[in-house]
């Protein structure tokens, strides 16, 4: 079955530090791929998408690159803000079947000043 | 600009009492989804809609029902409320039905069933 997979949380991080927080996924074919952000008290807003393999999508210095041979979708920026602090979702929509979006289980990042 | 509402954003109530969930999209998006949010579970798929009188179950629709009469919304009932339903619940829709396709996100509702 389709599955996503992400690294446990919380990430806690100095402002300006390098973020990574992995995600790894499970499908068959070749599913499009979501980071979705969800700050405190609000709903999920789309951060990035990829529909194919090599592509790279990007959204306020967030970057993640669509990985077929180790199939992951790791989402990086090069300095966090304090504004940056939110739950981040990696998500799949299989290429084939009706809409699905299947969810990670959410990575929480906190940065402090 | 268009949106999409959820309301009530925070609801308590009893066990076995009848609770709907609304959702109002003004995107005119033909398709809608109904989600849970759990720790440790992420996301889940409760219902989803690609159209007027088009409803269809997910991997978590037991205990609730749908139903699509026109675009724009899309309620959720609890039939009879249950511990075990309490979750924060989020609404959804996008345009077309291919996997690339961006779904876009209500607030939330908080439920709580004591």
């Known amino acids: 079955g389709n599955s996503v997979t992400q690294m446990e949380g919380p990430v806690t991080l100095s402002e300006e530090a390098f973020l990574t927080i992995n995600c790894t996924y499970t499908?068959?074919?070749?599913?499009?791929l979501f980071w979705y952000v969800q700050y405190p008290g609000e709903g999920l807003q789309l951060l990035l998408k990829?529909?194919?393999?090599?592509d790279k999508g990007s959204n306020k210095g967030f970057e993640a690159t669509y990985r077929k041979e180790t199939t992951s979708f790791h989402l990086e920026k090069g300095s966090v803000q304090v504004s940056d602090s939110a739950v981040y979702f990696c998500?799949?929509?299989?290429?084939?079947?009706?809409?699905?979006?299947?969810f990670g289980t959410g990575t929480r990042l906190l940065v402090s000043p | 600009d268009a949106e999409i509402t959820q309301s009530p954003r925070h609801k308590i109530t009893e066990t076995g009492r009848q609770v709907t969930l609304a959702c109002h999209q003004t995107?005119?998006?033909?398709?809608m989804f109904w989600y849970r949010q759990d720790l440790g579970h992420g996301l889940r798929l409760i219902h989803y809609?690609?159209?007027?009188?088009?409803?269809n179950k997910g991997e978590v629709s037991d205990g609730y029902s749908v139903s699509r009469s026109n675009t724009e919304d899309l309620p959720l009932t609890l039939e009879s409320a249950a511990s075990s339903q309490t979750s924060v619940y989020f609404c959804?829709?996008?345009?077309?039905?291919?996997?690339?396709?961006?779904?876009?996100f209500g607030p939330g509702t908080r439920l709580l069933v004591l």
């Open positions: 959804a829709s996008s345009e077309g039905q291919g996997a690339r396709e961006t779904q876009y």
């Open positions: 499908a068959t074919g070749y599913p499009s």
């Open positions: 990829a529909t194919k393999a090599d």
């Open positions: 998500a799949l929509t299989p290429r084939t079947g009706f809409q699905k979006l299947v």
């Open positions: 995107w005119n998006h033909n398709n």
């Open positions: 809609s690609y159209g007027v009188q088009d409803t």
